[in-house]
């Protein structure tokens, strides 16, 4: 049973239809997330590249800063492309993708 854009579970063409898409969207999200994260980095640094947590050379709390900033770009990014897939599934099916 299909469900509406008010609520209910996706019927399971629905999901066949929505997985691909919503894998395509993740790839996408996670090239875009690199990217901004790169660009955030060098403003805040003024690198090129975050430090890679096995360079013993780097501080502890310059590597730990990196990730924190990395995290927080990536889970930034993911979450708004997760919600404009759902938003563009819905539009498109007439159901929520859950």
């Known amino acids: ?3 509406n854009a008010k609520g209910g579970k996706m019927s399971a063409v629905s999901k ?3 997985k ?3 894998l ?4 996408a999200g996670g090239i875009a ?9 060098k403003r805040v640094a003024g690198e090129s ?3 890679d947590p096995q360079d013993l ?3 502890t709390r310059e590597v730990l800063i990196a990730a924190a900033v990395q995290g927080t770009v990536f889970g930034l990014v993911k979450a708004a492309v997760d919600r404009a897939g759902a938003q563009g599934y819905r ?3 007439h159901a929520d993708p859950r």
């Open 49 to 51: 590249e975050a430090p």
């Open 57 to 59: 050379s780097r501080s």
């Open 33 to 41: 997330a690199s990217a901004v994260f790169g660009q955030v980095w």
């Open 1 to 3: 049973m299909g469900s």
């Open 20 to 22: 691909p898409l919503a």
């Open 24 to 27: 395509a969207a993740s790839v």
């Open 16 to 18: 066949a239809m929505y």
């Open 91 to 93: 539009k498109l099916a």
